[in-house]
T-cell receptor, first 113, second 114 residues
């Protein structure tokens, strides 16, 4: 079983749609969680951290369910510029706080006009 | 503000040739540094990380090596490249002793081994 699993998609949605991505992780001791965005042939960029109580940043909402080891990302009112691959990332802190990010393979989103 | 640089941006090398990729970070001291590889159509794989000068931890066995000769410089090397070394190499940094350890990536080097 992969440490972080995501549906690779692609998710093809029209502009203005709401889309949700899900992610599961296998290590119950994982301590921090993130969503990164990666545009084609570019480096991943931090989209948002995911907090236990859930958090929102504009059109983006992230939620964490530790009991189910499940993370979600909701995008409302999709824009063409949201087209990218969204990476679910889990941090299993090792010794000396050398965080080891474990990346999912990503979910590809294509927003169509 | 902190910035991270990588070079070269792209590289085409023959099988068996050596490799040296460089990563530098500005605007922070004693960062944790990381090398990742992303093969085509696959997820990111952690190759090496470093918590200080001369301190390197390897995550996967391979024909690559890493060095940290200066606080904010991280180098990825190989003596003889293999076809399977092709990929997108990303350097990242994080603030040490951070509870969340968010990592920030450089622009990457796209390596093609022919």
């Amino acid at each position: 079983r992969k440490e972080v699993e995501q549906d690779p998609g692609p998710f093809n949605v029209p502009e203005g749609a709401t889309v949700a991505f899900n992610c599961t992780y296998s290590n119950s001791a994982s301590q921090s969680f993130f969503w990164y965005r990666q545009d084609c042939r570019k480096e991943p960029k931090l989209l948002m951290s995911v907090y236990s109580s859930g958090n929102e940043d504009g059109r983006f909402t992230a939620q964490l369910n530790r009991a189910s080891q499940y993370i979600s990302l909701l995008i409302r009112d999709s824009k063409l510029s949201d087209s990218a691959t969204y990476l679910c990332v889990v941090n299993n802190l090792g010794s000396g706080n050398t965080g080891k990010l474990i990346f999912g393979q990503g979910t590809t989103l294509q927003v169509k006009p | 503000s902190q910035t991270i640089h990588q070079w070269p941006a792209t590289l085409v090398q023959p099988v068996g040739s050596p490799l040296s990729l460089e990563c530098t970070v500005e605007g922070t001291s004693n960062p944790n540094l990381y090398w990742y590889r992303q093969a085509a159509g696959r997820g990111l794989q952690l190759l090496f990380y470093s918590v200080g000068i001369g301190q390197i931890s390897s995550e996967v066995p391979q024909n690559l090596s890493a060095s940290r000769p200066q606080d904010r410089q991280f180098i990825l090397s190989s003596k003889k490249l293999l076809l399977s070394d092709s990929g997108f190499y990303l350097c990242a940094w994080s603030v040490p002793s951070s509870s969340t350890d968010t990592q920030y990536f450089g622009p990457g080097t796209r390596l093609t081994v022919l």
